[in-house]
């Protein structure tokens, strides 16, 4: 047999398009060329395989070799092709069985010892390998990827010689093992949390809608601290996304699979970010903070220090829970459903609307930081909220807590109601009430005749955009749910309405 083909698995995104490898022998003088559109890491695994497959004391056919990566017009990238280059020379020189790799797909880095060396990217290969039903086989360290599958047949190799023994029937390789997840243990919670009250409830309805928050205030009044423990709040992810985490994780080169597979992302970029690093790109498409936030949380702490053109990259995927990276050599969606909360300053010294503290700043200063944060963005936050500094009282019952430890309970009762109000959500409309469109909207969120003519006159009064007339109802049916309500009462649309408190500076 002169020629062999093979199966693997591109990466793009979060995307694993079907790579086949074809194989060729032919007389001529000895060479080894490889096609297909291959990139720089792809075509120097020549050398890389020849030494793999010498090493492993295999013969290396001293005859032409043509290798085709198809389709050809597929950019390929990276040591993930090393394995099916190697297998395919080896089964078309006639040192594996004829047919011994159909139904397998094959992706891993070869070392010059023939040791098989971890790739990033290799969660996405294996769900599409698994929608085809067909056997993966992937190295030992990439395990822990393999092991968030649910019924898959994922093997695992350490070494070409193991591989070769594999498909002549003397050695089976070893299956990936499940996962096992282990609960979440969080030490930063609400029980440390003193006072900003109405703060407080904002946030944990944050967390039981999902909704976006904004919080204002001057500098060490807990917005910071506010925001690291909604993660805290939060229930656990289901097998779903915690995949689609694991799969992004995976792609980005980051640790593919945490501690806690089921962890809520949490990403606090810097305000020195750039646009890319927020939505991802560059030229070997990296995904941004908010494919990382992907179903958790996205922070952006002194959120007008961020560049205003920056933060309009935003605008987007907050409304479609993805973005769409189009680059001259690609084309890729990624996913970006993520909570965004933020906090900044209401003036460049903090001090504004403080009766503690004199505001250094000009009005005209004032109004420049603000609008910073541009209108759209701002009419995208569901809840915004003001804090102001603690009193001295406030500061004492601080002081008294830390020392006796009291109210350690608090924090897991209020997630157990957190996660019983996404229950009711999930059950309704098998979605978070932040993610509800329009239709469902109307559906689930309905009023009564007073309680439309009460909103109806909040949204001229306050200059509402239609954008914020569904956020408010949105908010409303989440603070029903929390209090157990099948209907929305006035109660909770007005504190709905009481929750659009920048509107005023669109």
């Known amino acids: 047999m002169s020629l062999a083909i093979a199966y693997s698995r591109a990466n793009i995104g979060i995307d694993a398009p079907l790579v086949t490898v074809e194989t060729?022998?032919?007389?001529?003088?000895?060479?080894?060329?490889i096609v297909g559109l291959p990139e720089t890491a792809v075509r120097e695994s020549?050398?890389?395989?020849?030494?793999?497959?010498?090493?492993?004391?295999l013969d290396f056919p001293a005859k032409r070799i043509t290798v085709n990566l198809a389709p050809a017009d597929l950019p390929k990238s990276g040591g993930r092709f090393d394995l099916a280059i190697a297998t395919g020379i080896l089964l078309a020189s006639g040192q594996l069985p004829a047919d011994s790799l159909q139904n397998i797909e094959l992706m891993g880095e070869l070392a010059l010892s023939g040791v098989l060396r971890p790739v990033p990217g290799v969660l996405p290969?294996?769900?599409?390998?698994?929608?085809?039903?067909?056997?993966?086989?992937?190295?030992?360290?990439?395990?822990?990827?393999?092991?968030?599958?649910?019924?898959?047949?994922?093997?695992?190799?350490?070494?070409?010689?193991?591989?070769?023994?594999?498909?002549?029937?003397?050695?089976?390789?070893?299956?990936?093992?499940?996962?096992?997840?282990?609960?979440?243990?969080?030490?930063?919670?609400?029980?440390?949390?003193?006072?900003?009250?109405q703060a407080q409830r904002a946030l944990i309805l944050a967390a039981a809608g999902g909704h976006n928050l904004l919080m204002s205030g001057p500098p060490g009044t807990g917005k910071t601290m506010l925001a690291n423990r909604l993660r805290s709040l939060l229930p656990e992810l289901n097998n779903k996304q915690a995949l689609e985490v694991a799969a992004v994780r995976s792609i980005s080169k980051l640790?593919?699979?945490?501690?806690?597979?089921?962890?809520?992302?949490?990403?606090?970029?810097h305000h020195t970010a750039s646009a890319v690093a927020l939505v991802g790109g560059g030229r070997d498409l990296s995904?941004?903070?908010?494919?990382?936030?992907?179903?958790?949380?996205?922070?952006?702490?002194?959120?007008?220090?961020?560049?205003?053109?920056?933060?309009?990259?935003?605008?987007?995927?907050?409304?479609?829970?993805?973005?769409?990276?189009?680059r001259a050599a690609?084309?890729?969606?990624?996913?970006?459903?993520?909570?965004?909360?933020?906090?900044?300053?209401?003036?460049?010294?903090?001090?504004?609307?403080?009766?503690?503290?004199?505001?250094?700043?000009?009005?005209?200063?004032?109004?420049?930081?603000?609008?910073?944060?541009?209108?759209?963005?701002?009419?995208?936050?569901?809840?915004?909220?003001?804090?102001?500094?603690?009193?001295?009282?406030?500061?004492?019952?601080l002081l008294i807590q830390r020392q006796d430890g009291k109210g350690k309970s608090r924090s897991a009762h209020i997630r157990k109601q957190v996660e019983l109000c996404r229950q009711r959500q999930l059950h309704r409309a098998d979605k978070s009430n932040a993610q509800l469109q329009q239709q469902e909207i109307l559906r689930d969120c309905n009023l009564s005749k007073a309680?439309?003519?009460?909103?109806?006159?909040?949204?001229?009064q306050l200059h509402l955009s239609t954008r914020?007339?569904?956020?408010?109802?949105?908010?409303?049916?989440?603070?029903?749910?929390?209090s157990a309500e099948d209907q929305i009462q006035s109660q909770h649309l007005l504190e709905a309405i009481a929750y659009r408190k920048f509107d005023r500076q669109l």
């Open 451 to 460: 309680d439309k003519a009460l909103l109806n006159k909040a949204m001229e």
């Open 125 to 197: 290969g294996l769900i599409a390998g698994r929608e085809q039903a067909r056997l993966s086989i992937i190295p030992g360290a990439n395990a822990g990827e393999a092991g968030l599958l649910e019924g898959s047949e994922v093997r695992l190799c350490q070494h070409l010689l193991e591989l070769c023994q594999h498909l002549h029937g003397q050695k089976q390789l070893p299956y990936a093992k499940q996962m096992q997840t282990a609960p979440r243990i969080y030490s930063e919670t609400l029980d440390e949390v003193v006072g900003q009250e």
């Open 255 to 269: 640790n593919a699979v945490p501690a806690s597979c089921f962890e809520v992302p949490f990403r606090a970029p």
């Open 287 to 326: 995904p941004g903070e908010i494919t990382l936030a992907h179903n958790g949380v996205l922070f952006l702490d002194e959120l007008a220090e961020f560049n205003p053109r920056v933060l309009e990259v935003l605008r987007e995927p907050l409304e479609s829970g993805s973005i769409e990276i189009c």
């Open 46 to 57: 020549k050398e890389r395989v020849r030494s793999a497959i010498i090493n492993s004391s």
């Open 468 to 482: 914020a007339y569904f956020r408010i109802l949105k908010v409303a049916r989440t603070i029903a749910d929390f």
């Open 24 to 33: 060729h022998l032919s007389n001529g003088l000895p060479g080894f060329s």
């Open 330 to 397: 690609y084309r890729a969606r990624l996913p970006a459903q993520f909570q965004l909360v933020a906090a900044m300053n209401p003036c460049p010294c903090g001090n504004y609307g403080d009766p503690q503290s004199d505001c250094r700043c000009t009005s005209e200063r004032i109004k420049q930081y603000q609008q910073r944060v541009s209108g759209p963005l701002l009419d995208r936050f569901d809840l915004h909220v003001e804090l102001g500094k603690l009193s001295p009282a406030e500061r004492e019952q």
